[in-house]
């Protein structure tokens, strides 16, 4: 299924300049002339700058990298060579947020050569209307071939002391709140910042993760981010705070190196987004136009998937993966079939038969069963090798029958591949795993990396990592595989290339809010930082937000009323969408859940409505597959009026619009189950405004009505 | 086929003592009485002391085990419970140096429990008429279930300055000369004796891998080694040369722990054998007895090897493993049709086939060819991830036509795995690549991890690397696959367990001398040191000593002569063996040339005639499969006469004595290629004089005869 595409584009070469070496700098504008970057060499360093609007928003900033033993690729160049060219291409992603994407840039390679070894370096920059995207080349030639990266030298200098949204960097996770202060705050926030975790590395008091949100004084909104990892180790950014200036701060191995390359290659992009409007921000398509163009010949079988899954109950500590309370297994030693079962044990047959029947009745594709598979007593936090088999299911998981009730349904299970961080060991089994979901009629997988990486000594984010989370999601295809990948490294659209990447989590998601709760504005943050890079299984949904409800000993409480439940199926851009809560708490409000059946997975169409980082976001998106409009509003812990127009709809037709709101009175602390349902006849000249409380929100659907359908109605 | 074999065994279990905890001494005895072993708790300390024929070979040495954050296995012990047990079975190998094997000891168990933290820990002592194993055993239980290994404690007191053969401690690395001296020189001459490999670590100027072989003063000889290295990191020997005492010192990872654990488990056993006669370390069988019982239900496939093989002029650099001048490849997008081949590739059709028609004309079962797969251009030293893929042959070499030409010969292509130390890219591979063997008609694999392990940071004796090695030999077992492992741990007698793990390397071996030469006595010690733990692969054979004849740009001479490559084939046990000159050069001496023709590799008795560690071994060995024997001497660099008898054949039957020794005034280095032929009739009641001179030996074929057949032939 690997073969190159070929894709449609108009591709324009202009060679604007050959300068002779001795000339230092050259410029490059963005294709409507708002960004404006300036390269040139600096006694021999190569810097960049970059301007939007004529106002400096990057200030000289040097490039480079430094190699093992005290080699650098940073200083002491010259320019050999450079080259200018325009590139506009318009394509269509197997599932997205839009139909078709513009890749829209104009770009400026220069060739430099180091003076004493001979070293050829490029860097290739594109600037698109959005901002920049950056990257070093590594032609073949004589003097470089294998070389081991010791730490990236990228400097990004700040203009000023922005605010940011930011969390620590770490080798190992990103399941922190964010926190949003100035950069000049971030070392004093630093330690709170970090909240404990099962595998962490956090490695400096002024280390930040990307995607970095940030906000000049001057109301401009700045991003930075990577895109395109292949074959190289995530970027943190390390601030120094008393200039301002980030430098990127790659992720170690086990020894102490950064990432190990032979010519001819490449880093991953570095990107730079800006603009006046946050929604611009979101809406910006740079990361996946960095990417390569899809490698699959046939993606047919590719799909976006709505899905349940027995596993809040697990979160939330109701039950149990494990079938029994052992407290260490030895696979194929421990005969599973003469321990004594816990008694608490979800993923058995009965209760995903009935989650199978939930499934089919409400219109979802797929169930996901965690917990399915031997192993589970000791899986946590134990350093354990060979800690799963992928291939043996617990005595009370029957897997053909369990495969053909799904089937008899329309249904398909979801499958969980747990690793526990223990790489090899998923690696030895993969083809079997693959080829057991196939034989099973499984066509996706969550996986996930909790727990230190083994080898030990790895982490999450190194260069041997990242090179397994896309072996995996490659050899998937071979299988007609979609991966959901958890406690992966954060995506940087590589999607585009490998859509059967359908998400990853990566971030701080839904389990937290059973684990102590996320931060009120959480998901008015998340678009802007973990989702620059791709689609997030936030897995939301909960309706029933006290805890303690499905554990008398946990005493979490899920901080978000229930309407902005709801608005998250819109906010918070995935495929691969889960309805989170337990069929029996959704049968109580089949009103509210009613949004959730409804709203789509693939969108024709995005808009941002109304956006400000940490305080709200209002999408807008059309189904890929009929003319309904969907939108979604997550509001922070301010109460705040939203308003907005409907003028995106076609004009000329009415809309039924569903308006499910916070009630009066609602919170999402004191009462967050109150919500009201209203419907209207709207068109593209209707407006509304809807109050949002703290931690509220609202979804509305926008089913294309028939002409007289909608009379009695109210209209907007 | 790997099912748990039912042995035949006697075991009688008697309980001796049962003592309560306040009884701190425990007694045990060899069968024969030889050997004494007590074991107490000194002061909480778990103590153990041998004696040999009542006198100290092993003074009161401490026992335990150092775990991560500063706990320890090794003080605060109680005995809780003792049993002793005898032990006597006869079993027979697949393969081996005996028909039969005889398993019998004396063995005792004690029961400790660590006061403070109700931790369990039993120690097992099995003795046996030759020496001592033991092994530290952790049991299911409540206090201790997943732990670290910080390094193991324990400790060999030696009772003198005993003269030693070793080498240098090392993590990656046994491919050193030996050097002998006394212990207390080891320190002094550790420098010398770590010459340059491409991946070594040698951990301190007293550290010395195991087998260790000793000669006291008294001229004991004691032999200190490991059995059943399986799920654990390799022992090596730290010396305190204050007071002659070894203490283990395993292998780390790439963060400087030894082993990770899940009780129930065990470590390897720690043995030593001692006995006045140098030749009773040879024939000792406790490194087999301690392995578990073969492992797989179907052996039939299992079968010694004799081969030949295109590797030698590359070695000598004759020729190229590589098929082009190329700086660097990546397997996939390089295009080694459009490549200029550097014509000097020796993988390639016509070679090969010269190569198989020998080994037909010869009687050898395969042909080794090295090289015959994209990605040798830049394999070496370049830490190159995806280095091999296994599969893919260079344009000259065509893999199915070359199977179909061996099958026509009889006769098989032997496999060669290069990995490059590329651990995880092998395992990816792994089961293609032993597909492809099965799809071309080859049933056996030399594999080879040159280079710094990647992982990067992990060694090729720490736990990680050890158990991917068994990895690849029970993977291999599904595929009808025999293994030949060059650069991994040196063997611990898995071969027991796993009968097609054939042989390895991990040494100093034949190559070496192309490489510079190895020490003239090298071959009358590795039998004392590396082949304590099982066969190796040595690849005798050499009849052009002087490699300048195959290169002139290597004056490497082979330091030996033509009648001392011979007797390899008898001293340097393998079930796999090779002939590793090249046919050309055989030619020229069919007559010595007969000798490595008639050599068998399985026998069914051993005996060993002379033995001097250092010095000079004689054996004398029996064919499995007729009533021949064979004889081989490897002399040091004195001039020698080497004296034996014949009484070992047969009574009343008469031999065809084919002597093949060192001709008048032969050595090594001025006229390694004088040798002499002579044929004699010789009995029961023979005996035999031969002069061998420095880097000399002889080899004998006894064949039985009928009666009558030899008279006219001189009678020894």
Redesign the interface.
Known sequence: MQKPMKTMMRYILIILLFLPSFVMAQDLNSPNGNFELKFSLEEGKPTYQLNYKQIAIIKPSSLGLGLVEEENLSENFEIIASETATFDETWTPVWGETSTIRNYYNELVVSLKQIETNRLMNIRFRLFNEGLGFRYEFPQQ?HL??F?IKEEKTQFAMTGDHKAWWIAGDYDTQEYDYTSSKLSEIRGLMEKAVTPNVSQAPFSETGVQTALMMKSEKGLYINLHEAALVGYSAMHLELDDENMVFTSHLTP???G?KA?M??PTQTPWRTIIASEKAGDILLSNMTLNLNEPVAYEDVSWIKPVKYIGVWWEMITGKSSWAYADL??V?LGETDYTKVEPNGKHAANNTKVKRYIDFAAEHGFDQVLVEGWNEGWE?WFD????YVFDFLTPYPDFDVEALRDYAKSKGVKLMMHHETSGSI?NY??HM?KAYQFMVDHNYNSVKSGYVGDII????HHYGQ?AV?HYL?AVKKAAEYGVMVNAHEAVRPTGLRRTYPNLLANESARGTEYEAFGGNNVDHTTILPFTRQIGGPMDYTPGIFETDVSQYNPNNGSRVRTTIARQLALYVTMYSPLQMAADLPETYNKYLDAFQFIKDVPVDWSETLVLEAEPGDFITYARKDKNSNNWFVGRTNDEEERTSAIYFDFLEKGKEYLAIVYKDGKGAHWETNPKAYEINKYRVNSKSKISIDCVPGGGYAISLMEAEKGELKGLKKL
Do not use: H, L
């Open positions: 004589e071939t294998y081991t191995d086990a020894i190196n190990y032979q010519a407290p260490s030895k000791d134990k350093s354990k090798d090899r690696e030895r083809d080898p030990r000594g790895e041997w090179n072996y």
